[in-house]
């Protein structure tokens, strides 16, 4: 992976909580709760789709990262 991709990929990611405001209105919890994340549909969806794509790269990299030291 490229250098400036990489730079973008820390960039943007580093910035997704800028967009996670608390906000009351909704839920079982206060906004400004991390549960009131989870327990909301609204919130629930987009944690998720974030979790998994952390798991992937996280995968993606560590595979990358040992093929590179172990040559294989």
Do not use: C, D
């Not at 250098?3 to 800028?18: E, F, M, Q, V």
């Not at 608390?22 to 919130?43: I, Q, R, V």
Request: proline share 4%; charged share 10%; net charge positive.
């Amino acid at each position: 992976m490229g250098k400036n991709i990489r730079l973008s990929l820390i960039a943007t990611l580093g910035s997704l909580p800028l967009g996670l405001s608390a906000h009351p209105g909704h839920g079982t919890f206060s906004g400004n709760e991390l549960a009131h994340y989870f327990t909301s549909a609204e919130h629930a969806v987009p944690v998720l789709i974030l979790a998994v794509a952390l798991i992937v790269a996280l995968v993606h990299f560590t595979r990358v990262w040992r093929e590179q030291h172990t040559g294989k």
